[in-house]
């Protein structure tokens, strides 16, 4: 796990760089507040998913995200030339992956009524056995679970398990990244550094030197 | 639930399972075995909303400490903030 974030972090770092940057030039000062937030969460949410590769969930994300009418001008600015190619392979879901909705659960929960559900629990009622309310708030739960991880309603049982664990590691690890950009931010602003030309040369080469993997060559800083 | 046993064995699930409990804040207190499959999912639902909120507030403070900042300062942080981690 510790091994995965170590990873995460420079390709994270670095897709979010090029998000600011590309969010930078397109919009016109002044721009507000929640603009600016806008593009700074839209780009730490592409940088995780892009940092993390090609898992169900990235792909759900991505695709999500890039189907949004505002967010292209970003998206074609991270991928470049290969947009086209890159949205294809990120596509999702596939026509017939279309999402059935679950009337069985529906029906089962309007069966398990409050009245009925006390009934079970005190013994007396034959007709809900308590396994059947158990299933029931695990069928409930799953949905909720489903809807929160980018992709869950494609998936069941152990792959919606494992896209959740990853999903969890993947946010866990963004969330830290952002704070500890956070805390530099706050150092830097509060002692207001001269920064040296040389600095952000060497800010330059570290970047380049993250991460060679083939997808994120066209990544690089041209 | 899942019925691609021959992919899929239970000790597979079993350990998702048991990592998943071991990334939730709560559980760390209890032994492993106490929690029930719906504890475990509204648990997990919890943990992923917070974090998502999380993210949504880092965003909200991060937008305002670089109101000002060009490229060159949000660089040379970002570049810290991995060096320090």
Not at chain 1, 12 to 36: A, M
Not at chain 1, 111 to 132: D, T
């Amino acid at each position: 796990m510790h091994a995965t974030k170590e990873f995460n972090k420079k390709g994270f770092f670095k897709q979010f760089l090029l998000g600011l940057r590309i969010s930078k030039s397109f919009t016109t000062n002044p721009i507000s507040i929640e603009q600016r937030k806008n593009s700074i969460k839209l780009s730490s949410d592409l940088a995780m998913a892009f940092a993390r590769g090609r898992t169900h969930w990235t792909r759900a994300l991505i695709s999500k995200l890039g189907g949004k009418e505002e967010n292209t001008t970003m998206l074609k600015g991270i991928m470049g030339r290969r947009y086209g190619i890159l949205m294809a392979i990120y596509s999702y879901p596939l026509p017939h992956q279309k999402v059935q909705r679950g009337k069985k659960i529906v029906r089962s929960y309007r069966f398990c009524s409050g009245a009925n559900k006390r009934r079970a629990l005190k013994g007396s009622c034959n007709r809900v056995s308590p396994s059947i309310v158990a299933r029931n708030l695990v069928n409930r739960r799953t949905k909720v679970l489903k809807r929160l991880v980018p992709g869950g309603e494609l998936l069941n049982g152990s792959s919606l398990l494992s896209e959740t664990l990853d999903y969890v590691i993947s946010l866990k690890a963004q969330v830290d990244m952002m704070k500890s950009l956070w805390k530099a931010t706050q150092i830097s602003s509060s002692r207001n550094v001269e920064l040296d030309p040389s600095a952000s040369c060497q800010g330059r080469k570290l970047l380049m030197l993250a991460n060679s993997k083939d997808e994120f060559q066209l990544f690089k800083k041209s | 639930m899942s019925s691609r046993r021959s992919r899929i064995s239970d000790d597979e699930i079993n350990e998702l399972i048991s990592k998943l409990q071991s990334l939730l804040p709560e559980s760390r207190r209890r032994g492993s075995n106490r929690a029930s499959a719906t504890k475990l999912l509204k648990e997990t639902c919890t943990y992923i909303k917070s974090l998502q909120q999380e993210v949504d507030d880092l965003s909200d403070r991060l937008s305002d400490l670089m109101a000002g900042m060009d490229d060159n300062s949000v660089q040379a942080d970002i570049i810290r903030s991995l060096l320090s981690s």
